[in-house]
């Protein structure tokens, strides 16, 4: 079993390319190729968490308060809002998502 889970995305992303490149050349023993489907779609599986990683990233910093500082909110229902130690944003971004906090 191939553990994968220390790999970058453009790591992983590499080694699912060159497994399709494998199966899709025909020339692998049947366990050989079943080997390399399984490894495949744990690169897959893998690349996907982290870009789901990254998405998340993204959403927590796409606002900004009136200050020009990002406005961190929660990713999914039910995720309380990141504690930063500031107190609570007064703009409308805190109005319409009530426990976002701006960083500082």
Do not use: K
């Not at 796409?62 to 809002?81: I, K, M, T």
């Amino acid at each position: 079993m191939t553990d994968c889970s220390a790999l970058t995305f453009e790591e992983a992303l590499a080694r699912l390319e060159a497994a399709v490149e494998a199966l899709e050349r025909g020339d692998l023993p049947l366990e050989e190729a079943l080997r390399r489907y399984e490894e495949g779609v744990r690169y897959y599986r893998h690349c996907v968490a982290l870009l789901q990683q990254a998405e998340q990233r993204i959403l927590e910093l796409q606002d900004v308060n009136e200050h020009g500082q990002p406005v961190l909110r929660p990713f999914g229902p039910g995720h309380p809002a990141p504690a930063t130690g500031a107190s609570e944003d007064s703009g409308p971004t805190a109005s319409a998502d009530a426990g976002s906090r701006s960083p500082g």
